[in-house]
């Protein structure tokens, strides 16, 4: 499934995986949220209710672009690096164009909504 996350004037655009944990997260959309800054390559907000991981790897290593959920704080996490294996974290999807919008200081508001068809 294709997304787009709005900020402010720019479009990144996303396409999610064929999971669980991905398309319970595309139950919630559209969506609003506040994207802070973590741990320099990390843009994270709080999701208003907790993702199914069912059939989820217990672990992930994150590249540069990926929508992830991390389980243990229930919020969602777009890596703008790379980084190492985290226990509890689950790729939803990757950023296909746009990166660079979500790659200014936070916190700032994002609108995420299906693309459309």
């Known amino acids: 499934m294709k997304i ?3 900020v402010d ?3 990144a655009s ?6 669980a944990a ?27 209710r907790k993702l199914s991981v069912t059939g989820a790897p ?3 290593a994150p590249q ?3 929508l992830t959920y991390y389980a243990p704080w229930g919020n ?7 980084n190492v294996r985290a226990q509890g974290l689950v790729r939803l999807g990757r950023v296909d164009t746009g990166l660079a919008a979500l790659k200014r200081p936070g916190p700032f508001r ?7 068809d």
């Open 22 to 48: 991905a398309r319970d997260f595309a139950a919630l959309l559209p969506l609003t949220l506040t994207l802070k800054d973590y741990a320099v390559i990390e843009r994270i907000a709080d999701l208003p």
């Open 4 to 6: 787009h996350l709005h």
């Open 9 to 11: 004037a720019q479009v």
């Open 14 to 19: 996303a396409t999610l995986d064929d999971t």
């Open 76 to 82: 969602l996490a777009i890596f703008l690096d790379s």
């Open 58 to 60: 217990t672990a992930h």
């Open 110 to 116: 994002v609108r995420i909504e299906r693309a459309p």
């Open 64 to 66: 540069a672009g990926e």
